[in-house]
């Protein structure tokens, strides 16, 4: 048995590329993937492929670059598809060109 056979799996940027990658994978594994992205133009085809590799997969669109967004984007998945097991982002703040790092994130690492 996939060990995220059922489980909730979050893919930020999941409409292309590497994204995309991973979102079909997480189906090839029997995974509800939640994805995200900034537009739905792509998300639909690419839970389209969750499904026929054996997944199930449900849209949400959220600017990774905008906290709020993000936040409630995670408040619907869980509330519509249950606890979330796994967060993987492929997406970055940085690709968006208004983006600023989130000041409500808290981190060790050295200021760029």
Same mark, same amino acid.
């Given at each position: 048995?996939?060990?995220?056979?059922?489980?909730? %799996?979050v @893919?930020? +940027?999941?409409? *292309?590329g $590497?994204?995309? =990658?991973? &979102?079909?994978?997480?189906?090839?594994?029997? #995974?509800?993937?939640?994805?995200?992205?900034?537009?739905?133009?792509?998300?639909?085809?690419?839970?389209?492929? %969750?499904? @026929?590799? +054996?997944?199930? *997969?449900? $849209?949400?669109? =959220?600017? &990774?670059?905008?906290?709020?967004?993000?936040? #409630?984007?995670?408040?619907?998945?869980?509330?519509?598809?249950?606890?979330?097991?796994?967060?993987?982002?492929?997406?970055?703040?940085?690709?968006?060109?208004?983006?600023?790092?989130?000041?409500?994130?808290?981190?060790?690492?050295?200021?760029?």
């Amino acid at each position: 048995m996939a060990p995220l056979r059922g489980r909730v %799996v979050v @893919v930020t +940027g999941a409409s *292309g590329g $590497v994204g995309r =990658a991973v &979102v079909r994978e997480l189906g090839a594994q029997g #995974a509800k993937v939640a994805l995200i992205a900034r537009g739905t133009a792509g998300l639909g085809a690419a839970a389209v492929d %969750v499904g @026929v590799e +054996g997944g199930t *997969g449900q $849209v949400y669109e =959220a600017d &990774v670059a905008d906290y709020e967004q993000v936040r #409630a984007a995670a408040e619907r998945i869980e509330k519509e598809m249950g606890p979330i097991s796994v967060w993987i982002n492929t997406a970055s703040p940085l690709s968006s060109p208004n983006s600023l790092i989130f000041p409500q994130m808290s981190t060790n690492a050295p200021p760029l």
